[in-house]
């Protein structure tokens, strides 16, 4: 990549990861509207309500820790962002380091931390029953998603890196056609979607974890759930379905794959009434597990006898 | 027009308090979400925190045990807000008019708290979702 070039992608990549995450959120918005008949809301709405948010007075509840408070949005989005410049720097110019795969995990729970510290401290008893319910939905689905990932490492030989896990496509083999559905259901949780917005449940706990945040702060956790809906797709296309190309027919082919990993996510978003924590857990511990536990199993054995569709 | 107002209008957010209401006023509110008239397409969403909130669609005679909540809950929302009063009830405490529990219609215990609150009045009982659509817009445009 020529000088001007990279200069360019350091402008670009986060506040072009934040616009397409709004755009990803305004399909989520859109398609669940036409799901039901509605029309739904136009484009812009996604900016529209950051703008909002952004100029609305913020209040900070009188017993609230307000340094973590006010720190968490910031941390969460934080990581995110830089989960989502590796990402792209991935795809655009190749740049991998070996072991980036665990990296990517361990950012991948750091919105989630942010978000149990920050409802954590906001002392407020309908948060702390959300935090409560977050906390344990990432025990639950921690374990799964990382269990996916390996057996996309046993399929690719042992890979470490996302650049040489991205080259292949682990999906087309009975294991790792299993690993994936698992993982998109991680995924599913980790956006705090429907079978799985436990912790949001808007209906019992009035928004549960985010109920304090008022303002710029409400804005910046909207920005971190837009942004999620970027980076967690697309990692799914790199581990699972064999990654993005940048140019030509790879590139189209590329976009087609996120858009179909989106739209997966939101079908089940539409068509699934709410869990309770303790059905998440058991689905999660229990039935992801074991079919997991199944998948690294035949991973293995086709690993060690050379059969690639196991 | 400030930045804020104008987003302020293209993305009211609405948080939903019943002081005291029949139960029409609210299952009305509920309709404006149904397919049939989606005021989504405007970016109206209902929110389940005040905090969250644009705009408080108050239904219900404001009694005296939910006066003291009210009052509670518009101090807990995220300034600039507006404050709708939805169906006779609110308007002007309607048939209750005088009752032993009404602590009088929602404006005055809005004004209570804060004197320069932006209220406005949508009546009827219970007000067609049309007639709450038209509120909103009207409230909006002279903000």
Partial sequence: MSVPLNVLFWVVVIPGTIVLGLVASWIVRKVSALVQYRVGPPIFQPFYDVAKLMGKEILIPEQAQQTVFMAAPLVGLAGLLLLSIMLWRITITGT??????????????????????????????????????????????????????????????????????????????????????????????????????????????????????SGALLALWKLSQATMLVVLPLFLVMVFLGGFGTAGWPLLWGIGKYVLMLVLVILIKNTNPRMRIDQAMKFFWVYCGLTLAFAITLATIGNYCGIGWL | MSWKIWALKKSPWVFHVNAGACNNCDIEIVDLLTPKFDVERFGIKLVGSPRHADALLVTGVGTKQAAIRLREVYRQTAKPCVVFCIGACACGTGIFEGAYHVAGPVDKIIKEEDPNAIIAYVPGCPPKPEAMISGVVKALSVL
């Avoid at chain 1, 401290?121 to 309908?126: N, T």
């Avoid at chain 1, 890979?159 to 496509?169: D, G, K, M, T, Y």
């Avoid at chain 1, 912790?199 to 549960?208: D, F, I, M, V, Y």
């Fill in chain 1, 96 to 213: 991998a380091y070996l072991g980036d795969i665990v990296v990517a995990i361990y950012l991948m729970v750091l919105p989630s931390l942010a978000l149990i510290l920050g409802s954590s401290a906001s002392a407020s008893p309908h948060a702390a029953v959300g935090t409560s319910r977050e906390m344990k939905l990432i025990m639950s689905y921690e374990l799964p998603l990382v269990l996916a990932f390996i057996v996309v490492i046993i399929k690719t030989g042992g890979q470490l890196s996302l650049a040489a896990i991205a080259e292949r496509a682990p999906i087309f083999s009975i294991s790792g056609f299993l690993a994936f559905l698992v993982a998109l259901l991680c995924v599913q949780a980790k956006l705090g979607f429907v079978p799985f917005d436990i912790a949001e449940a808007e209906t019992e706990l009035g928004s549960g974890v985010l109920m304090e945040y």
